[in-house]
């Protein structure tokens, strides 16, 4: 120690300055538009990764609901259909936490520096990027609190280990969603002013705060946020055929779930939010995007079958609708139960097979994870990577038919059910479906809708956490599940490792696990 010193007092003062040349510490890089572009870009990166880890995480979101169950299941599924092995030692919680704290962070320095005084930014930059992270910001508080309930409350960047994080009340944490969106929506710009159509909108800054202010429990707030994501004269429901295959057989429902048609300056008037994705573009695309592979049913593994575009691409099958979503709940006249939308029956397609142009029926263990009907919002291909490992289509993350289904379950909750029928009964409308009456108007009827309209678009768990009715829905709806869920499962498991790391406060597990 006394020789280091020593060293220390005889060098000259000059020798042992710093002379950063390069460096991309955000104290260096967020100083100007180009840094500040640049960590935007790595932001949206990280949202873009969402369900990165696990090849099964994108089913935890249906699986084990309402809607689904365990097809090929990986081991981070099994506790979200078998609820018994749901503990604080969960592979999924574990990565959705991670996850939302890191966007967290990632938008806490964009906002951080641009408010520092410290940059070359106009004042209408700085409110630019400042309103794009906040609502980076927003959309992971809302998804952990969703899911986790009380999370804590991490408003400014960390630059050093912090380990006395506590729970903040659920309300505290939504009406700072509440502020970031507010602010969010008053400063992004609209549709034709965006940078790049891929950008952030005033409009899915209004859509997402309707939703929280439901959460919040202010449906009257809720209610004149989604009339004016609809008011918005850039987007509208697509009710006639359109795009790069509207002159083949289809419908305008499916339409918007082609490759190729699912963006705005696609024709896609619909879309308020688009992650776009681009096949062999360097950082175009999330290196671990599993959803076809989910959706789309392993039928390849039955004799005399092959992969095919019309079959939707290579499946494995991790997502299995359960029956009521297959047999009871759509009408047949439904526009989104047509067979564009929704693939019910397999022929073999293998012209090497005596079986060639039959009909495919499979029994027991084939029912549940090579031959199902599945909705085709997933459906890709490409001849470049026939093997399917990633989807390289775009993600619809938000549209305008679920801003009518917010619109309705915020007038619902006012007692305005006549109005709310009538918001319901646009999308019934476009989709030909018969028309709901007041009286017909519930929570149950209206998340049914929800599934109707939005099943392998809305994270399914999400929705039904938001709205308490989780186990009661799974209970009525998922044999498969309604004997081991219990009520508490409402909520996951804070992570036990997030527990043990804050040694200085106390973080506390939810109840029940």
Not at 319 to 329: Q, V
């Amino acid at each position: 120690m006394a020789l280091f010193a020593v060293f220390i007092a005889g060098c000259k003062k000059s020798f042992l300055d710093e002379n950063l040349k390069s460096s991309y510490a955000p104290e260096n890089t967020l100083v100007d538009p180009l840094g500040f572009e640049a960590a935007v870009a790595g932001m949206q990166n990280t949202v873009r990764d969402q369900y990165e880890g696990d090849q099964g995480m994108i089913a935890t979101m249906s699986n084990g609901t309402d809607i689904a169950r365990n097809g090929q299941a990986t081991s981070a599924m099994v506790p979200y259909e078998s609820y018994g092995q749901l503990n604080s030692q969960d592979v999924a919680s574990a990565r959705f936490w991670q996850w939302g704290y890191k966007t967290i962070n990632s938008a806490n320095q964009i906002i951080d520096a641009a408010e520092s005084g410290k940059t070359s930014l106009t004042p209408e930059q700085k409110n630019g990027y400042i309103a794009e992270a906040k609502f980076f910001r927003a959309y992971a508080y809302n998804f952990i609190s969703s899911l986790f309930g009380r999370v804590p409350l991490l408003k400014n960047s960390l630059t050093t280990p912090k380990t006395d994080f506590v729970r903040a009340p659920l309300d505290s944490v939504l009406n700072f969603i509440i502020t970031d969106l507010t602010f969010a929506e008053a400063n992004l710009p609209d549709f034709a002013k965006l940078k790049a159509q891929g950008r952030i909108s005033k409009a899915a800054a209004t859509q997402l705060l309707s939703l929280v202010y439901l959460r919040a429990n202010k449906p009257e707030l809720a209610e004149t946020a989604a009339k004016r994501v609809i008011a918005n004269g850039a987007v509208k429901l697509i009710s006639n055929r359109y795009g790069i295959k509207k002159d083949q057989p289809g419908d305008a429902f499916s339409d918007q779930f082609i490759y190729g048609n699912m963006r705005r300056n696609q024709g896609n008037t619909e879309a308020i939010w688009v992650i776009e994705q681009n096949y062999n573009v360097p950082g175009g695309f999330s290196p671990t995007d599993q959803r076809r592979r989910c959706w789309v049913p392993f039928y390849v593994n039955i004799s005399g079958m092959l992969v095919a575009d019309s079959l939707g691409g290579r499946g494995i099958g991790r997502i299995r609708p359960t029956n009521w979503w297959t047999y009871d709940l759509y009408k047949k006249n439904d526009m989104r139960n047509s067979g564009f939308s929704v693939h019910r029956k397999f022929y073999y397609n293998d012209p090497a097979s005596s079986k060639y142009g039959k009909q495919v029926v499979v029994t027991g263990f084939d029912t549940i994870q090579n031959i199902y009907a599945h909705t085709t919002k997933w459906n890709y291909y490409t001849d470049q990577e026939p093997f399917g490992t990633i989807t390289y289509k775009d993600r619809i993350q938000m549209r305008l038919g679920e801003t009518y289904l917010l619109l309705a379950e915020a007038q619902f909750k006012q007692g305005k059910l006549a109005e709310a029928a009538a918001s319901i009964n646009v999308l019934r409308t476009r989709a030909n479906a018969d028309q709901v009456q007041a009286g017909d108007v519930t929570l149950d009827l209206i998340l049914d809708e929800r599934a109707r309209e939005l099943t392998a678009e809305e994270d399914r768990r999400i929705t039904l956490m938001r709205t308490g009715t989780l186990f009661n829905r799974v209970q009525k709806y998922n044999p498969t599940s309604a004997g081991s869920i219990k009520d508490y499962n409402q909520l996951l498991p804070i992570p036990q490792a997030e527990i043990d790391l804050n040694k200085d406060a106390k973080l506390e597990q939810n109840t029940g696990y």
